[in-house]
């Protein structure tokens, strides 16, 4: 892929060639002026290609390897109850680019991996039974086609068709497929009809409230939901099971920022919150009644800054605690107990645990307390006589050694849970230092303080300082201890963090830009600044300035041609040849955007994502749409535009749309005469 400087850029766009305008383009249906419903007109016939062609055959238990057969056809066996347990699919790809993908559920192993073009999915030779399938088309081939199929099972029969990577059959029931019928054909014709549902399972279904988009899409287990790469916080979501086999719910518990573990909820509420910024750093779910006899919930979550973490299951927390690391993605999966079920993993859950326990005169050994909680008495001129303090599953090791009333510093450090001070002598703590180690040093500051008896609470102290009194015979009564994060700036000055939510750079309340390893935060009196765009350049969710290269692209042309947004989609259209290629929106807009400004070439995805990453930089409330519309030849196909709200009206722009025809498609309104009809949209930010 070709890479192109910011300066040079610009000019190596203009001398681009305007030509591989897609092939519909003079096909497509607009509202005509005169129209008062819509009327369809066809201005050109397209360019006849190639048709793809497939054949398939299945490997059936007492028969073996069956022949092929061809397009809608019947592999498999009707009426004599023999298993289907692989399935093979040779695709001809004509004149298209892509390929046939197809993945299959297999007793006592669950979904295997997607194969590709005549390779087999599913075995031979270890009895075991196919259950369902999914199919998919890539490239461009998954463009102007579509592949459906449908299943017949034992017990049931034929299913309802499914397609375009849908499931057909049935999980967590051991019901054998038996025979499979599938169909490739081209998108705008008659799809096939049936009245039965497809997949007979349970049916897991979550969604995710993502910071800066609001509420996903629903997908089905296995799949992500959420985002990576984008620094966006999942903040609330919802799981539902629907159709389960056995009695029973799924519920869910968030530890939310700021907030702490929420109660559980079931089937569909929402856990963790909206519109209030706080992201989820961990979260349980479980399964109820008969369906966890027979059923676990495996789930895994990608968090910021350690990526995708291990898997966990049934009621056991994954996400980190303590870090302050948002989870941005998570996947669940529901696996029979008769299944093979993802290796559980130590990493699942990460948790940066400050506990500690005070010995007191008078009472022994105290109970164990977690960070800012006090460990010892007051008001009761008990001294604490010994001190054990422990720091888990972070990068280095608390360290401390302790003052007593007999005038002695102890000699040595003590670390992660030793003892500092004595026991069985009456001989009580008057001073202490705590300091951290390596790694964690320089990410935190570790707070103390004691109450003192005669004295009262002593003001805070930190890293290693001493607190308490020395030849002074007055004991330690109580003490409370806390980590902060700290921050360094290249200069290397210390940005810490205070009561009130409050950051200083050395003493001073924080402002203005700060560069912190590397990545630019925004400070205003001491607050960091998320969620916004400030001098042109976006903060996300966790401070962050987004440095996608798409954006750095989108700031380069708007330096080049003006911060105006008609000059960005001018500049689009002039600048970026058509090019077919892959229309999938989960690819998100960054990815369409980059590929754009990178090679110069793109479809109306990349047309749309361009224009969104400039309409960003100036603060537009805009949003790239993914839906179809009209056209005479294929009817609906896909299309991706923008959405731009000005004032509460919500306009569409559409660069490709006028790239193509040389209408004007910016700041018009859906239904005006001369635009688009579009339909189905939904959108992908």
Partial sequence: MTKYSRAGLLAAFFLMSVTGIKAYADEVEVIDQSETEAEVGTVAETEQTLDP?????????????????????????????????????????????????????????????????????????????????KIRLTGDLANDYDIYYQAHIADYGWLGWAYNDQSSGSAGYGKRMEALKILLQKKGMDAPVSETDAFIGNGLTYQSHVATIGWMSPVNEGNQSGTTGQSHGIEAIRIDLDNAQYEGNIEYSSYVKGVGWQDYVSNGADSGTTGQSKSIEAIKVRLTGEMANHYDIYYRVHSS???????????????????????????????SRYETSPEISDNALLTNHLTYEAHVSNIGWMDSVSEAQTAGTTGRGLGIEALKISLNNVGGEILYKSYNSKNQWEDDWHTQYEMSGTTGESTPLEAIQIKLSDTIASLYDIFYRVHVGGLGWLDWVANGALTGTTGQNRAIEAIEITLNKVYTTNTGSTITYGEGDTYYVKEDIAQSWQKIYNYDFYF?????????????????????????????????????????LRAGYDWAIQNIAYQRMTEDPSLGSDWYAQYGFETGRGNCYVFAAVVYEMGLL?????????????????????????????????????????KELGRNGYFVTYGAPGTLRYYDWNRMN
């Fill in 53 to 133: 062609t497939i054949t398939y055959s299945s490997h059936v238990s007492m028969i073996g390897d069956m022949e092929p057969v061809e397009n809608g056809e019947m592999t498999g066996t009707e009426g004599q109850s023999l298993q289907m347990e692989a399935l093979t699919i040779e695709l001809d790809s004509g004149e298209y680019t892509g390929d046939i993908e197809y993945s299959a559920h297999v007793a006592n192993i669950g979904w295997m991996d997607y194969v590709s073009s005549s390779q087999r999915a599913g075995t031979t030779g270890q009895g075991l039974q196919m259950e369902a399938v």
């Fill in 305 to 335: 800054n350690f990526g995708w973490q291990g898997w966990t299951c049934s009621d056991n927390a994954a996400g980190s605690l303590n870090y302050g690391q948002q989870i941005e993605a998570i996947q669940f999966q529901l696996v």
């Fill in 524 to 564: 205003e009196d001491g607050h960091m600044v998320t969620n916004r765009i400030v001098d042109g350049r976006i903060i996300g969710p966790d401070g962050r300035v987004n440095t996608s290269p798409a954006l750095n692209y989108a700031r380069g042309i708007l330096d080049a041609v003006g911060w105006n």
């Fill in 618 to 658: 100036m603060n537009y409330d805009i949003h790239q749409v993914a839906g179809t519309h009209l056209t005479s030849a294929y009817g609906l196909i896909g299309h991706s535009w923008l959405e731009v709200i000005v004032d509460n009206v919500l306009y569409v722009v559409d660069p490709d749309f006028e």
